[in-house]
């Protein structure tokens, strides 16, 4: 797998976005029960105040720098490393379909709603006709019973995919994924807003303004009821842990942990 280095106290998986589809078509083809993580500003934080969850990412096969300033403190924290793309799952998706498409691997799509999953299909069968979609879910919106929960992992191995996209919001498919592996014969990838972003139901910023790190500020400007906390106090949070961290380094003194 790819090589990870420190953000805060998660580690992080470095590399292009070519090795990431490379990495993520290896562990299709061997059949491993693995996991990959798409680790923004809200993953990083999360993991910090949690040490459960920071366990999952640690866990996880792969944990891309999902967001800008991931991939930047990838190369601000690290000395001599070089500079961190940014990796992100709106981006990566299309491209591991396509790659997919091509090396004969079969996918499914579990997570989100019935009319995006129809919409993500529809896309898939036009573009990608040799693409082999082997079955989708749409989980309720709450938590499932063992028995439902059972069913739908025999369903999934049934279908027998290489790679399993998890879309259902963070951190609840980063859970589900570590709490699945050994259990689900697939690599799992929790792609979460990628599902409806590839499905042509939500716009994406251009690329000038993904840039400047503007994607939390027009998904805020989306769904403020919903994303004024994670943005607004999550990337607050970021923000002064990375100026710690960086301070701790500049001075000589160890850098400041979090508890396990």
Request: charged content about 20%; aromatic content about 8%; some cysteine.
């Amino acid at each position: 797998m790819l090589p990870k280095l420190p953000v805060l106290d998660s580690w992080i998986s470095t590399g292009a976005p070519a090795d990431f589809v490379a990495a993520i078509l290896k562990l299709g083809a061997l059949r491993a029960s693995a996991y990959v993580c798409f680790a923004n500003v809200h993953m990083v934080v999360e993991a910090q105040r949690d040490a459960g969850f920071r366990q999952i990412l640690r866990n996880a096969a792969l944990v891309a720098p999902d967001g800008s300033p991931v991939a930047a403190a990838v190369h601000w924290l690290n000395a001599g490393s070089p500079p961190q793309p940014r990796v992100a799952g709106m981006d990566l998706l299309p491209e591991l379909l396509t790659a997919a498409a091509a090396s004969g691997q079969s996918v499914y799509f579990y997570g989100t709603t019935e009319p995006v999953l129809a919409a993500m299909v529809a896309r898939a069968r036009r573009e990608l006709p040799a693409l082999r979609i082997v079955g989708t879910c749409s989980p309720p919106f709450r938590p499932l019973t063992p028995a439902e929960d059972a069913a739908e992992v025999a369903a999934i191995n049934a279908a027998d995919p290489d790679l399993l996209f998890v879309a259902l919001g963070c951190p609840r498919q980063e859970r589900w994924m570590a709490a699945h592996q050994d259990r689900v014969r697939a690599c799992m990838l929790g792609v979460g807003q990628a599902f409806p972003v590839y499905a042509g139901l939500e716009p994406r910023l251009p690329r000038w303004a993904r840039r400047l790190w503007l994607e939390w500020a027009y998904r805020l400007w989306l769904e403020p009821r919903r994303l004024w906390k994670r943005y607004l106090v999550t990337n607050s949070r970021f923000v002064y842990l990375l100026a710690r961290r960086s301070v701790a380094h500049l001075v000589g003194r160890p850098a400041p942990r979090a508890t396990a």
